[in-house]
């Protein structure tokens, strides 16, 4: 028997490191998003669900965009509600990054991204960056090029990818997706491409279940105005985007059809965040994201050419030349 309680004991402890290498603390930049809330609710909360447990946010940069006025106006309320959810407040980037061991860049304003991400990648602190990753497609590749370089984890999405519809498309439901269609709202926001502020929902809910491999798209206007991209793949599969009320789609694929592009919550994107701090490894891939974003520059270029088609590969390069 007290052999049996030696051994045991050897046990547990043996198995403390790994129980507190689990336990990852958690910081934001930027705190004029819904989202800093949504996440720090789910893992500050007492108890934890099994998804993030572990995991707790624990400090908080509350500079957001410098000039967009619907952001600006949400960063003190938000620093409110996040401290009394227990979070420090903290003056400065590098402050936050002396409390930390991973980032949720949160700024809902793209264009700060890469420099807020900068300090970041210097202190090799692994950074999910919510949606868009950036204000242009040019940044978005050096926030990719630049986190390979410094050999730190990165990854962007948006909650949309992760809805239980898409996911059970991507994994094979209805085999390979032949076409398919999404719609989401697609507000504007002068500073970034059309659809990089609202319409990033329902394009990545697009490449969820049609995957990589998209060629060129063609924009034009609905009937009664809303924004539409045609994108057509590798082997003239079909992708469609257009603004509409709420979230959802269809996808049509060699073994039936099936809706898409349901909108989940966000606890299924924070449990592919967390579960990206554990192990390092992005669920999505920084080429898969980089198509997304060509996708939706390229649909503000063929706009500008008056609905002419335009390939991915060419905003790609310029936007690497750039």
């Not at 991973?102 to 960056?129: S, Y």
């Not at 909108?263 to 994201?289: N, Q």
């Not at 996708?295 to 008056?306: C, F, I, L, V």
């Amino acid at each position: 028997m007290i052999r049996s309680c030696t051994v045991l004991a050897a046990l547990l402890l043996a198995a403390l490191p790994a129980a507190h290498a689990q336990n990852i603390r958690a910081g934001i930049i930027g705190l004029d998003t819904s989202h800093v809330l949504a996440f720090t609710k789910t893992l500050n909360a007492q108890p934890q669900k099994p998804e993030v447990m572990g995991v707790r946010m624990v400090a908080a940069y509350p500079q957001g965009s410098k000039d967009i006025e619907s952001s600006v106006k949400r960063v003190p309320e938000y620093t409110e509600k996040v401290k009394e959810l227990g979070v420090q407040i903290v003056g400065s980037i590098d402050e936050l990054l002396d409390l930390v061991d991973v980032v949720f860049l949160e700024t809902n304003d793209g264009r700060p991204h890469l420099e807020q991400l900068r300090p970041c990648l210097a202190a090799g602190k692994p950074v999910f960056i919510d949606k868009p990753i950036a204000g242009s497609l040019k940044d978005a590749v050096a926030i990719f090029k630049e986190a390979k370089a410094a050999r730190v984890p990165v990854f962007s999405s948006s909650s949309l990818r992760f809805g239980k519809d898409s996911q059970a498309v991507r994994a094979g439901s209805i085999g390979r997706v032949k076409e398919a269609s999404t719609h989401s709202p697609a507000s504007l926001e002068p500073s970034h491409p059309d659809l990089f502020w609202y319409g990033i929902h329902g394009v990545e809910s697009l490449f969820t279940v049609m995957g990589t491999g998209c060629v060129s798209v063609k924009r034009d206007t609905t009937e009664d105005g809303k924004i539409r991209v045609t994108g057509t793949w590798e082997g003239g599969r079909k992708g469609v985007f257009t603004e509409g009320k709420g979230y959802g789609g269809k996808a049509i694929g060699e073994k039936g059809e099936a809706p898409v592009g349901s909108y989940d919550g966000y606890d299924p994107l924070l449990f592919s965040a967390v579960h990206f701090f554990r192990t390092g490894v992005a669920p999505v891939t920084p080429e898969e994201t980089l198509e997304i974003y060509a996708y939706m520059e390229a649909a503000d270029e063929s706009k500008r050419r008056g609905g002419a088609e335009v390939t991915l590969k060419e905003v790609l390069a310029k936007a690497g030349a750039e």
